[in-house]
Nanobody
Framework: QVHLVESGGGSVQAGGSRKLSCDTS????????MGWYRQSPGKEREGIAT???????YYADSMEGRFTISQANTKNTLFLQMNNLKPEDTAMYYC???????????????????WGQGTQVTVSS
């Protein structure tokens, strides 16, 4: 059974950095798309970045530059490096994975079947 688990969330000052992790070890498919998404109260879920099984990465236009998605060499952990954080980055961050989801464009993630429980990131000014 697939069980994605995010970690690394917490409180950070504006301008700071944070690295999120997602344990994807239970997702045992050789071809896939994985991604990071976030949702703030009262807002729709938005895509940040995705990565496919070939290692190609894709970013939402508004996210490129400050966010970097990557995987461990073993491919059992997904990362999101976040730099120069702003108060508007405060949100619950989720990782997602699916065999058949499209990695691009990076949108709402509606076609992803597996999601973690989320990790909260709070950026204070």
């Amino acid at each position: 059974q697939v069980h994605l688990v995010e970690s690394g969330g917490g409180s950070v000052q504006a301008g700071g950095s944070r690295k999120l992790s997602c344990d994807t070890s239970t997702f045992m498919f050789s071809t896939y798309c994985m991604g990071w998404y976030r949702q703030s109260p009262g807002k729709e879920r938005e895509g940040i970045a995705t990565i496919d099984s070939d290692g190609n990465t894709y970013y939402a236009d508004s996210m490129e530059g400050r966010f970097t998605i990557s995987q461990a060499n073993t491919k059992n952990t997904l990362f999101l490096q976040m730099n120069n954080l702003k108060p508007e980055d405060t949100a619950m961050y989720y990782c997602a994975a699916d065999r058949y989801a499209y990695c691009e464009p990076v949108a709402s993630g509606a076609d992803f079947g597996y999601w973690g429980q989320g990790t909260q990131v709070t950026v204070s000014s």
